[in-house]
């Protein structure tokens, strides 16, 4: 069975920062994709940032609104992906969810078959 856990959010003020962590378990992280993704109320749940790992390589996607400020890494001893987030904005207020995938990294959120139960993220100003 797989369950992934997400901690790490919270209310912070613009230009802080905040590190999201989501722990795996049940889940192979081999040529398999895990990523992080927000809601904000009223739109559609999109990617932030991603991991993919195969042959023993990790290809990293950070999407073009966290670009320079969000890094994304998995942690493959502990299975674990994390999203530090730096240089937060009101626009980065969201719920942020855990999503895993075996096979690529896709943008749609309905591709991915696993979840965890979100973590919420309040940026005020």
């Known amino acids: 069975q797989v369950q992934l856990v997400e901690s790490g959010g919270g209310s912070v003020q613009a230009g802080g920062t905040l590190r999201l962590s989501c722990a795996a378990s049940?889940?192979?992280?081999?040529?398999?994709?895990m990523a992080w993704f927000r809601q904000a109320p009223g739109k559609e749940r999109e990617r932030v940032a991603s991991?993919?790992?195969?042959?023993?390589?990790?290809?990293?996607y950070v999407s073009d609104a966290a670009k320079g400020r969000f890094t994304v890494s998995h942690d493959y001893a502990k299975n674990t992906l994390s999203l530090e987030m730096n240089r937060l904005k009101t626009e980065d207020t969201a719920m942020y969810y855990c999503?895993?995938?075996?096979?690529?990294?896709?943008?749609?959120?309905?591709?991915?078959?696993?979840w965890g139960q979100g973590t919420q993220v309040a940026v005020s100003s």
């Open positions: 999503g895993a995938r075996s096979g690529a990294c896709y943008v749609r959120y309905f591709l991915f078959k696993f």
């Open positions: 991991v993919y790992h195969y042959s023993g390589l990790n290809e990293t």
């Open positions: 049940g889940f192979t992280f081999n040529y398999a994709c």
